[in-house]
């Protein structure tokens, strides 16, 4: 599965696969060290999630490791002379 993200603004993102939106990523906290969300938009039956999602909601470290969970996706900032903060 080849996932994009696509930057909304600082710190959220929507997840796309097959050019649908699925997810929501969000940076948690307004102080380091930040965690990571992803979030699912809708509450599928664990048989029908997208995989790697086994819950609706996984927590990450940092946006490197949620990136990294769902196989290294391409992401596209909305600054393009500045890259993702956390990547």
């Known amino acids: 599965m ?4 696509i930057q909304l603004a600082p710190g959220a993102y929507d997840l ?7 997810a929501s990523v969000v940076r948690n ?17 664990r048989s029908k999630r997208p ?11 940092s946006l490197n490791e949620l990136c990294a969970w769902l196989g290294h996706p391409t992401v596209q900032t909305n600054n393009r002379h500045t890259a993702a903060q956390g990547l």
Do not use: C, K, M
């Open 2 to 5: 080849t996932y994009h993200l």
């Open 16 to 22: 796309l696969l097959h050019d649908n939106v699925l």
């Open 29 to 45: 906290g307004s102080h380091q060290p930040y965690t990571w969300t992803a979030e699912l938009l809708e509450d599928l039956p």
């Open 51 to 61: 995989a790697p999602f086994r819950h609706i909601e996984h927590d990450f470290p």
